[in-house]
């Protein structure tokens, strides 16, 4: 009987790593490429896994969360953090390549596998049967775009993707920072960074005063839509005041450590304004600052940000975003194996499901490529330990809020909390290290793979 083909749906560095996974599982694989016969506003080329941004893949050291992330995927084979070390160009240290010859290397490599055909050209529609790995990347067609709005019957994509930093729970000054809901209604949900009103005017002209990044061309059309979702530095500069009749509202907050609110002599104590922090994991080991949705410079955003009483030591898993971005909500759509809970059959991963950076690409790459293989195998799909950082990051865009869902990219943030707690944040880093490869090695061990060239299937 002939076997079944594989369809992947985008050959950035997600579609690239799902193909190469599948061929090397022995099934063909059909890798649709719209490039160089349709051209995004980002890219320039019709080669495989282009990189339009940097050229830097980020920290090589293993004790950051993308050396991590690269140490995994050189464990599981992957084919994309091996042409990135096998063509690196010296930059400190993180893993940066050649891009044009890292591109044309797998380009080639994947043009001439055996398994593997290159077949360019838009595809305006998903596959309506079949093993489907769809990794189309932030700048998805309009029409295949549209299809899947269709498939999915929701308003499922984010166009323009304004998003606010997001901050390490353990980073945040409990001794400033207190617990309350407005009116104290409902549970504390919310942990609240009080200001008073000389604090308020530093920050707010700094804010003002702040080097911000320019949007592109194609994004100042988009950008134009989004009234309702305004930079926090724009808020500023329309008003002293606009923050606090905004996001930084302190109206119904009060810190319960200092007595009763409505004692009258602690009516002096009501804070000027209040920056809020809501819970993004079940664990609360990071925070989102409501509100704060920017296009600030990082550096800016970490100099401006740490003027926040609270937040003056603050350590950043993600910055503040405004760009143009099409990612779906992984959490209402997708399981933690990347595949779709309405179509099993259908898988996704990139920067379309929720994960930022290149090597976060690559491993979602690489477990669709794995699961959609297993499915055509008759295997169980498969999810790495949550103690790793590609199993707690895909675990957190199938399991975080959908109210909230933003783009995530790796961060020690996401992994369960050590059994100990080490203050000093490089050995705890390091030790997070040390568990997730443990981890890993004993989880590839139990599936029978005994060599890292080789993936279990």
């Not at 709005?149 to 920072?177: C, H, K, L, W």
Request: charged share 20%.
């Amino acid at each position: 009987m002939e076997q079944q083909i594989i369809e992947v749906i985008g050959g950035g560095l997600a579609g690239t790593e799902a193909a190469w996974q599948i061929a090397q599982a022995g099934i063909p694989v059909i890798l649709h490429e719209m490039r160089p016969m349709r051209l995004s506003p980002a890219h320039h080329t019709g080669e495989l896994a282009e990189l339009v941004c940097s050229n830097s893949f980020g920290a090589q050291s293993s004790d950051r969360a993308a050396g991590l992330l690269h140490a995994e995927l050189r464990r599981l084979g992957s084919i994309i953090i091996s042409k990135a070390d096998e063509h690196a160009v010296p930059a400190g240290g993180a893993l940066a390549v050649d891009r044009a010859v890292f591109s044309q290397e797998l380009t080639q490599t994947l043009a001439s596998h055996p398994l593997i055909e290159l077949r360019r050209g838009e595809c305006a529609a998903l596959p309506p049967e079949g093993v489907v790995v769809l990794t189309t990347g932030p700048l998805t067609s309009p029409a295949l775009a549209e299809d899947l709005q269709r498939f999915t019957s929701m308003e499922y994509f984010s166009f323009f993707d304004a998003a606010s930093p997001i901050v390490v729970g353990e980073s945040i000054n409990r001794e400033i920072a207190f617990m309350a809901s407005r009116y104290d209604k409902g549970e504390a949900a919310y942990l609240n960074c009080p200001m008073n009103r000389e604090q308020y005017l530093h920050f707010w002209q700094e804010l003002c005063a702040a080097e911000k990044t320019e949007l592109k061309d194609f994004e100042q059309e988009t950008a134009k839509f989004f009234e309702g979702c305004l930079p926090i530095e724009e808020m500023g500069r329309r008003g002293e005041d606009t923050m606090r009749y905004g996001p930084l509202k302190p109206v119904g907050l009060f810190d319960t450590r200092q007595g009763d609110y409505r004692a009258p002599e602690n009516q002096s104590k009501r804070p000027y304004a209040v920056v809020q922090l809501r819970q993004e994991d079940k664990a609360g080991q990071l925070w989102n600052m409501v509100g704060f949705q920017t296009n600030l410079r990082w550096g800016e955003q970490k100099r401006v940000f740490r003027l926040i009483p609270g937040l003056e030591e603050a350590e950043f898993v993600r910055m503040g975003v405004m760009h143009c971005n099409t990612f779906l909500n992984a959490p209402q759509l997708l399981q933690a194996t990347l595949q779709f809970n309405q179509r099993p059959s259908l898988l996704a991963a990139g920067q379309l499901v929720g994960t930022e950076g290149y090597t976060a690409a690559a491993a979602g790459g690489w477990l669709a490529g794995t699961n959609a293989a297993r499915l055509v195998l008759g295997l169980e799909p498969v999810t790495l330990p949550t103690t790793t950082m590609m199993g707690a990051l895909f675990e957190f865009i199938s399991s975080a809020s959908p109210k909230h869902f933003q783009p995530m990219p790796p961060n020690f943030g996401i992994l369960p909390q050590l059994s100990v707690r080490i203050k000093n944040k490089r050995e705890r880093y390091g030790a997070y290290r040390d568990r997730a490869l443990t981890e890993l090695d004993n989880w590839i061990k139990k599936r029978g793979q005994m060599a890292p060239s080789l993936t279990y299937f």
